[in-house]
């Protein structure tokens, strides 16, 4: 079932009005703000430091290391820390690698006027080693003179069991769209609903229909028949992800969405990069919880960190007894020292202490037990880093009060979202993933070409694998007063 996008000149004043800010987010990777909800993004900067491989934590000074090394270094820094740095380095050579970060940075979301500045800067500094970052000059003129896509095919579920998602996924990438209808023009937009529809069969009518690029579609399940069906002569920019065994997805096919794996690698080269070594972990034994750890422990171990010991729990689970037993705390003995009147320090040597951090994957209702257990049996000097799952998107101080000190990597969109306590529709990380969707709909044969200058956008600083599949790089913050600070 198809449904085009009509709407009267009114009601598209409005939504341009409403959403006038969301400009701002497609037009500069460091400030949002919605009319609605009062949200401001300031100066966010995703972390890159997943891209070492050394194993030790990464502590290089700014100017050591090769190329690749030094961008990222430089990348992880936020707008105004460059800043800074320009106006107190006089060396011709690092003044030129910063104004390239800045470059980088302002017109990540804007094609045209990203290749132009990289045009004038090469212009400028033609000996410069950055120049290999990115591309020849006619490939930089063939990116900034290329048209934007006018007929664009969304492939969603707007009835059924995942129709509250697909709303979700279909107002954000309507935001997005209006948010950009000034600078890049009208262009038709046209919905395709998936609930009880073979997919193949819609992505033909969308091509029949002259679609430039297909969004969708969301379920897995879709996704994985689709990609059966064979070559794709239009892009096809997918809402979720495929195993990979060998190689990559099919030519002019991608993958985006809320990739859990992300967040495990990231927490993994968060904790290096602070020096933690030794690591206990906590996990749902479910293939959720195995698939996550797996893709953890491979980059721990690669970054040099070991794993001390695994928790497995399930609903069965007598969380209580599981957590005292991972920390060889006998909780009889334990209420016998405490009845005695022991001190803290005393109370805490019963515990093991051959770990220097934690890592959860858990989701809310799970992670609001174990951590105050943690705490309760003298983890408290200790590091817990955590995925995203452990916070539900939506502000709750007063439940996740019990999050207090747990390090989580997010998108920026559900930090700020936590920061002014916004609750509805617009919290929903899935809404980012539709905001993000329209960028990435413009901006496919960018990513491809300049994958060294990520796109900002409300999911995380994105970059497009070989293997054509969509990575998030994310910022990383520590709870506090049961909201992300």
Same mark, same amino acid.
């Given at each position: 079932?198809?449904?085009?996008?009509?709407?009267?000149?009114?009601?598209?004043?409005?939504?341009?009005?409403?959403?006038?800010?969301?400009?701002?987010?497609?037009?500069?990777? =460091?400030?949002?703000?919605?009319?609605?909800?009062?949200?401001?993004?300031?100066? =966010?900067?995703?972390? !890159?430091?997943?891209?070492?491989? !050394?194993?030790?934590?990464?502590?290089?000074?700014?100017?050591?290391?090769?190329?690749?090394?030094?961008?990222?270094?430089?990348?992880?820094?936020?707008?105004?820390?460059? !800043?800074?740095?320009?106006?107190?380095?006089?060396?011709?050579?690092?003044?030129?690698?910063?104004?390239?970060?800045?470059?980088?940075?302002?017109?990540?979301?804007?094609?045209?006027?990203?290749?132009?500045?990289?045009?004038?800067?090469?212009?400028?500094?033609?000996?410069?080693?950055?120049?290999?970052?990115?591309?020849?000059?006619?490939?930089?003129?063939?990116?900034?003179?290329?048209?934007?896509?006018?007929?664009?095919?969304?492939?969603?579920?707007?009835?059924?069991?995942?129709?509250?998602?697909?709303?979700?996924?279909?107002?954000?990438?309507?935001?997005?769209?209006?948010?950009?209808?000034?600078?890049?023009?009208?262009?038709?937009?046209?919905?395709?609903?998936?609930?009880?529809?073979?997919?193949?069969?819609?992505?033909?009518?969308?091509?029949?229909?002259?679609?430039?690029?297909?969004?969708?579609?969301?379920?897995?399940?879709?996704?994985?028949?689709?990609?059966?069906?064979?070559?794709?002569?239009?892009?096809?920019?997918?809402?979720?992800?495929?195993?990979?065994?060998?190689?990559?997805?099919?030519?002019?096919?991608?993958?985006?969405?809320?990739?859990?794996?992300?967040?495990?690698?990231?927490?993994?080269?968060?904790?290096?990069?602070?020096?933690?070594?030794?690591?206990?972990?906590?996990?749902?034994?479910?293939? &959720?919880?195995?698939?996550?750890?797996?893709? =953890?422990?491979?980059? &721990?171990?690669?970054?040099?960190?070991?794993?001390?010991?695994?928790?497995?729990?399930?609903?069965?689970?007598?969380?209580?007894?599981?957590?005292?037993?991972?920390?060889?705390?006998?909780?009889?003995?334990?209420?016998?020292?405490?009845?005695?009147?022991?001190?803290?320090?005393?109370?805490?040597?019963?515990?093991?202490?051959?770990?220097?951090?934690?890592?959860? =994957?858990?989701?809310?209702?799970?992670?609001?037990?174990?951590?105050?257990?943690?705490?309760?049996?003298?983890?408290?000097?200790?590091?817990?880093?955590?995925?995203?799952?452990?916070?539900?998107?939506?502000?709750?101080?007063?439940?996740?009060?019990?999050?207090?000190?747990?390090?989580?990597?997010?998108?920026?969109?559900?930090?700020?979202?936590?920061?002014?306590?916004?609750?509805?529709?617009?919290?929903?990380?899935?809404?980012?993933?539709?905001?993000?969707?329209?960028?990435?709909?413009?901006?496919?044969?960018?990513? !491809?070409?300049?994958?060294?200058?990520?796109?900002?956008?409300?999911?995380?600083?994105?970059?497009?694998?070989?293997?054509?599949?969509?990575?998030?790089?994310?910022?990383?913050?520590?709870?506090?007063?049961?909201?992300?600070?």
């Amino acid at each position: 079932m198809k449904k085009s996008l009509n709407i009267s000149p009114t009601t598209l004043l409005q939504k341009i009005k409403t959403l006038f800010a969301f400009m701002l987010l497609l037009v500069t990777p =460091f400030s949002i703000t919605s009319c609605s909800s009062s949200l401001s993004l300031s100066s =966010f900067t995703p972390s !890159t430091e997943g891209q070492y491989t !050394t194993s030790k934590p990464p502590k290089t000074a700014l100017w050591e290391g090769n190329t690749t090394t030094i961008w990222e270094n430089l990348q992880r820094r936020s707008t105004a820390k460059l !800043t800074a740095l320009l106006n107190t380095t006089n060396d011709p050579n690092e003044r030129a690698w910063i104004e390239l970060a800045l470059i980088s940075k302002r017109n990540s979301n804007r094609t045209q006027a990203l290749t132009q500045d990289l045009l004038a800067w090469r212009s400028t500094h033609s000996s410069h080693p950055a120049n290999r970052l990115f591309p020849s000059n006619e490939i930089l003129s063939q990116l900034s003179s290329e048209p934007a896509p006018q007929q664009i095919a969304i492939l969603l579920p707007l009835q059924g069991d995942y129709a509250s998602s697909g709303q979700t996924l279909r107002e954000g990438f309507l935001n997005a769209y209006y948010a950009n209808l000034e600078r890049i023009g009208k262009q038709n937009v046209s919905f395709y609903d998936t609930a009880n529809q073979d997919i193949n069969s819609l992505y033909q009518q969308a091509l029949n229909n002259g679609a430039d690029i297909v969004v969708g579609p969301l379920i897995k399940n879709n996704v994985q028949q689709l990609i059966r069906s064979g070559s794709f002569s239009t892009p096809v920019l997918a809402l979720n992800y495929t195993d990979i065994y060998f190689g990559s997805l099919p030519k002019n096919f991608y993958e985006f969405g809320l990739l859990p794996e992300d967040e495990a690698i990231q927490v993994a080269e968060q904790a290096r990069e602070a020096g933690l070594t030794h690591a206990l972990i906590i996990a749902p034994e479910n293939p &959720w919880g195995k698939r996550l750890i797996s893709t =953890f422990s491979t980059r &721990w171990h690669t970054l040099g960190g070991r794993i001390q010991d695994t928790l497995y729990y399930s609903h069965q689970s007598d969380l209580n007894k599981e957590i005292a037993n991972l920390l060889q705390i006998n909780p009889d003995t334990d209420k016998k020292l405490t009845q005695e009147g022991n001190d803290k320090d005393t109370l805490e040597q019963q515990r093991r202490h051959d770990f220097d951090v934690i890592f959860l =994957f858990a989701q809310p209702k799970e992670a609001r037990v174990i951590v105050p257990l943690l705490r309760y049996y003298y983890v408290n000097n200790i590091p817990i880093y955590a995925t995203s799952a452990v916070y539900s998107g939506k502000p709750n101080p007063v439940k996740d009060v019990d999050l207090n000190g747990v390090t989580i990597c997010d998108t920026p969109w559900s930090i700020q979202i936590a920061r002014h306590h916004a609750n509805d529709t617009q919290s929903d990380r899935l809404y980012a993933v539709g905001l993000d969707a329209y960028l990435l709909s413009q901006s496919l044969n960018r990513l !491809t070409a300049l994958p060294h200058f990520p796109l900002y956008g409300t999911t995380g600083a994105l970059t497009l694998a070989s293997s054509h599949q969509i990575h998030r790089r994310l910022p990383c913050t520590t709870i506090h007063n049961g909201t992300m600070a």
